[in-house]
């Protein structure tokens, strides 16, 4: 797959990739979904955040690069992300933000990504925070150096991974009582969920839904 097609794939507004992302969103034993998919209409407004998914060819394969948020941070600590963060004024629009949090998180210098398209933004209930995701893309694998203050690994995912169907798995978790069916992306020792693999998700569902 070059990354001409690739592109094409991705940045076709035509080519739904959200069914796949309704297979990765937790549910409560009776099959509802356990969160609304935007914000409430009674709801404070969110913050407003960006991530990048960035592709890179390395080893004859296409890979993208996760992090696990170091127990320091304030929100989400420990938890498996893309890079990104909140909105600064300063950033002009969310793709820059998705950039500059790459350089922060990741040491991505911006100049060497090609920004492809945006993704269907998703909202985390639990922090009220609605993070807008671009898809971008590196001609080489980058030279990272993770911020120790705000990654505690950098996992290096290769795409045809993700589009394995035994890749998906599910597991039950009881809250406040209640059952809930949790999808995520089983990743070597890493299981992907919530935000994050709805973001893989739509990626990897206009990959592989049915088009030219």
């Given at each position: 797959?070059?990354?001409?097609?690739?592109?094409?794939?991705l940045?076709?507004?035509a080519?739904?990739?959200?069914?796949?992302?309704?297979?990765?969103?937790p549910?409560?034993?009776?099959?509802?979904?356990?969160?609304?998919?935007?914000?409430?209409?009674?709801?404070?407004?969110?913050?407003?955040?960006?991530?990048?998914?960035?592709?890179?060819?390395?080893?004859?394969?296409?890979?993208?690069?996760?992090?696990?948020?170091?127990?320091?941070?304030?929100?989400?600590?420990?938890?498996?992300?893309?890079?990104?963060g909140?909105?600064?004024?300063?950033?002009?629009?969310?793709?820059?933000?998705?950039?500059?949090?790459?350089?922060?998180?990741?040491?991505?210098?911006?100049?060497?990504?090609?920004?492809?398209t945006q993704l269907?933004?998703?909202?985390?209930?639990?922090?009220?925070?609605q993070?807008?995701?671009?898809?971008?893309?590196?001609?080489?694998?980058?030279?990272?150096?993770?911020?120790?203050?705000?990654?505690?690994?950098?996992?290096?995912?290769?795409l045809?991974?993700?589009?394995?169907p035994?890749?998906?798995?599910?597991?039950?978790?009881?809250?406040r009582?209640?059952?809930?069916?949790?999808?995520?992306?089983?990743?070597?020792?890493h299981?992907?969920?919530?935000?994050t693999?709805?973001?893989?998700?739509?990626?990897?569902?206009?990959?592989?839904?049915p088009?030219?």
């Amino acid at each position: 797959m070059d990354d001409a097609f690739l592109e094409q794939r991705l940045a076709d507004p035509a080519i739904d990739g959200l069914w796949l992302r309704e297979r990765l969103m937790p549910r409560w034993q009776d099959g509802s979904a356990s969160r609304p998919i935007e914000p409430p209409p009674d709801a404070p407004p969110p913050r407003v955040g960006a991530v990048l998914l960035l592709l890179y060819p390395h080893n004859d394969a296409l890979y993208l690069p996760l992090t696990v948020r170091t127990a320091a941070l304030r929100t989400h600590s420990g938890e498996i992300s893309l890079p990104g963060g909140r909105y600064d004024e300063a950033d002009g629009d969310l793709s820059r933000t998705a950039l500059r949090e790459a350089w922060e998180e990741l040491g991505i210098p911006p100049a060497k990504v090609t920004l492809w398209t945006q993704l269907t933004p998703v909202w985390i209930p639990v922090s009220n925070f609605q993070i807008t995701p671009y898809v971008g893309w590196a001609d080489h694998r980058p030279a990272f150096a993770s911020s120790a203050a705000e990654v505690a690994e950098l996992i290096e995912v290769p795409l045809d991974l993700l589009r394995q169907p035994e890749t998906i798995r599910s597991e039950i978790r009881e809250l406040r009582g209640n059952h809930m069916y949790i999808p995520f992306f089983a990743v070597g020792e890493h299981k992907v969920w919530g935000a994050t693999a709805l973001v893989l998700a739509e990626v990897v569902g206009k990959l592989e839904a049915p088009g030219p």
